[in-house]
């Protein structure tokens, strides 16, 4: 009968265990998967967080009946299927730089641009070959980060949204616009893009200056024939350092007789 009992408890004792580690095993299992389920918790939540602030500018612009093309940076660019004219005044240092040039997308590529005057004369040879090589590194498509849209303001006349360019598309040269949120001020009364503000965040570096305040405001108007934003004015503030010496920029640009081609 002792043996028996012992047997029993035995038997009791290995079920217990065997209970227990099953209960162990499964409990583990199930914390692997809790694991694994707020891993994905957060990636679901993360990503609806980045849809979710587009949609609330999507549905802004829905509402109001505007284009869903103005969150697109590539169509806003300087237009390369467009022959225009352009000056260009430069302030710094107490010195003044006008420089006068065209744009012909159907020439080569190498001599798309025009330059006609650099202060009233003729343009050197450095001077043209400046003007193109800039004008080459500024043609940089960045794309939008959709995470970083906002809706800033929305009365009865205007809707003010902002957002930060992906810093994945951004290139090296223009590394600093990573650090810059745009603003784009749409007329509710016509549903169209009047002008994009893009302002650094903190202080950025330029080359070879150190930016505490950059401020470009470009404004636009719409050619009514192919729907296509052409950006006619834009106007660039810029407080910088050099050497510890301050140095204020301003740069002036216009762009006239749009032709598309």
Not at 15 to 22: K, L, S, Y
Not at 57 to 81: M, Q, T, W, Y
Not at 132 to 149: G, H, I, L, T
Request: proline share 3%; with cysteine; hydrophobic share 35%.
């Amino acid at each position: 009968m002792k043996n028996t009992n012992a047997m029993t408890l035995v038997n009791l004792e290995t079920g217990t265990i065997e209970v227990a580690n099953r209960g162990k095993n499964k409990l583990e299992g199930e914390g692997g998967m809790i694991k694994t389920l707020l891993v994905l918790f957060i990636l679901v939540v993360s990503t609806l967080h980045v849809s979710a602030q587009k949609t609330v500018v999507l549905d802004a612009f829905s509402k109001h009946g505007i284009d869903a093309g103005l969150l697109n940076p590539a169509n806003l660019r300087e237009p390369d299927d467009y022959a225009f004219d352009l000056k260009q005044t430069t302030i710094a240092a107490n010195k003044t730089n006008v420089i006068i040039a065209k744009f012909d997308p159907s020439a080569p590529k190498e001599a798309q641009w025009t330059v006609v005057s650099v202060n009233g004369k003729s343009p050197s040879k450095g001077d043209i070959s400046s003007f193109r090589k800039n004008k080459v590194k500024s043609e940089s498509s960045e794309k939008a980060d959709d995470a970083s849209y906002r809706v800033e303001s929305e009365s009865a006349d205007y809707l003010i949204i902002s957002y930060k360019p992906d810093a994945t598309s951004v290139p090296k040269d223009a590394a600093f616009i990573k650090d810059c949120r745009l603003f784009m001020t749409i007329n509710l009364k016509s549903c169209k893009l009047e002008q994009v503000q893009t302002q650094n965040e903190k202080p950025v570096k330029i080359k070879i200056l150190n930016v505490d305040k950059f401020d470009l405001i470009t404004k636009y108007t719409l050619d009514e024939q192919t729907k296509r934003y052409l950006p006619v004015n834009e106007d660039l503030n810029m407080q910088a350092k050099f050497i510890g010496q301050a140095v204020n920029v301003q740069t002036a640009t216009e762009r006239s007789n749009f032709t598309k081609k």
